[in-house]
């Protein structure tokens, strides 16, 4: 790995966080789009981002950018906090209700411009919601051909075998 300005890159992947988000000041959305389209020219081919970045702008603009290279990316998003998905606007807690995970989803497909995400994570875990309830929801959502595989972000082992037995968990992450 290493920094490309407020910005990870590895062999395989680019998280795009810092693009619009988190990392100070957004950066030119015109320079972000260039250099998401030269790492897949470079051999870059996996994307993450999330609702929470921005929140919307970050997902909007992999969206935009990887557009016309959709075929040769994976593209990973996340859900899981309790964000309203038409305002933006934040409670600050958490919120991975099955028809809050549904909703994400179909408002994440807009933003990004595909029909299908990759990889849809669960951001945090939400002590509200039992694990199984978001696997179950997950499965639900790949099984419609609008999710292909499933992770989890910041979860315990526990948190995470449970879910596995509902649904597999594909990628597991943590800070």
């Known amino acids: 790995k290493r920094k490309l300005g407020n910005l990870e890159v590895s062999a395989l992947g680019l998280g ?16 972000m789009i260039a250099l998401m389209r030269t790492a897949v020219e470079r051999g870059i081919t996996f994307f993450d981002t999330a609702e929470a970045y921005g929140p919307f702008a970050n997902e909007e603009l992999v969206g935009e950018a990887l557009a016309p290279v959709r075929n040769q990316v994976v593209i990973a998003t996340k859900f899981g906090f309790d964000i309203d998905p038409t305002t933006g606007a934040r409670t600050g807690g958490l919120n991975s209700r099955p028809e809050h995970i549904k909703s994400v989803a179909e408002a994440s497909l807009k933003r990004l411009k595909t029909d ?32 292909r595989r499933f992770g989890l972000s910041e979860a315990s082992a526990q948190i995470i075998r449970k879910a596995h037995l509902v649904q597999p968990v594909t990628v597991v992450q943590s800070e």
């Open 16 to 31: 795009c966080m810092g693009m619009s988000s988190a990392y100070g000041l957004p950066a030119d959305k015109g320079e």
């Open 116 to 147: 299908v995400i990759d990889l849809f994570y669960q951001h945090r875990v939400d002590p509200n919601v039992p694990i199984e309830d978001v696997a179950g929801t997950v499965k639900d959502l790949i099984q419609e051909g609008k999710v």
